[in-house]
């Protein structure tokens, strides 16, 4: 009898872990869809302070993680500058974060002259942005509006290679909004390489 017990204890307090989704942190964390982003100020390539609101647009602003290592990001380079010239001509202001620890400065300078951003890349020491708000690869991408509210996060679009988009995500949410239609996809799974984080001090 004690043993049929503990096995329906175990059964019971499993599923209260499923069930109960306060029981897991992740689905709590980070910036979400609704919720406004504070005004966030890092240096960027040059050692300048640079802050969300001295870089956002009129019509809002894109903030990507990216990596100067990560080969999906190298995939992805040339779709997000051909997007940020579109949009940034549309008030849409591009920001781009470098959060990993593995990358020094002069990596993500060169990287940034390399794959031709013509968007600042802010330096993210110690992934205090990145944790803050709950990023985890790269690319992965925060579209907040003019009010800085977050309207969409995740993937750009839904193929790696770029050779078979069937949605692009980011694309449609940024059309969307700049017609002053509800954005109908919020969200979809970002996908890349994951953000080296730095060592926290015990």
């Not at 017990?5 to 964390?29: D, K, Q, W, Y």
């Not at 190298?74 to 997007?83: A, V």
Request: with cysteine.
């Amino acid at each position: 009898m004690k043993l049929i017990g503990i096995a329906l204890f175990t059964v019971f307090a499993m599923l209260a872990f499923v069930l109960n989704p306060t029981t897991t942190t992740e689905a709590r964390s980070g910036l979400e869809i609704g919720a406004t982003a504070e005004s966030f100020s890092l240096p960027d390539t040059d050692g300048a302070a640079k802050s969300l609101d001295d870089l956002k647009g009129k019509k809002g602003t894109l903030v990507v993680w990216l990596s100067a290592q990560c080969p999906v990001v190298k995939g992805y380079k040339d779709r997000i500058n051909e997007i940020a010239a579109a949009y940034q001509s549309k008030g849409i202001a591009f920001i781009g974060i470098n959060s990993n620890a593995t990358e020094d400065l002069n990596w993500v300078k060169s990287n940034k002259a390399e794959y031709g951003y013509n968007f600042p890349i802010l330096i993210d020491k110690g992934n205090v942005l990145a944790d803050k708000w709950g990023a985890t690869v790269t690319p992965e991408v925060y579209y907040l509006d003019a009010k800085n509210v977050l309207r969409y996060h995740g993937a750009i679009d839904n193929d790696r290679n770029g050779k078979n988009i069937t949605d692009a995500y980011l694309k449609t949410a940024f059309d969307s909004a700049l017609s002053g239609k509800e954005i109908v996809k919020t969200s979809a799974n970002a996908f890349g390489c994951s953000i080296k984080r730095a060592q926290k001090a015990e």
